[in-house]
């Protein structure tokens, strides 16, 4: 490990409405609770795609 910072590019996603709201809830409730959330699918689904975003909006 160098120590470097590798920027991540923006994480793009059209659609998927009511995944990013429960993301978006999931995060807000881990900032004063505790909370946990399944993400399941078939391969090429975009469950990396929204875990991504979801690390984004952090």
Known sequence: MTGETIPCPA???HG??????AVGALLDRLRTHGAGLVVSGEPGAGRTTL???G???L
Not at 16 to 21: F, M, N, P, V
């Open 11 to 13: 994480v793009r996603m």
């Open 16 to 21: 998927r409405s009511t995944q990013r709201r």
């Open 51 to 53: 875990l991504s975003w």
């Open 55 to 57: 690390a984004r909006a």
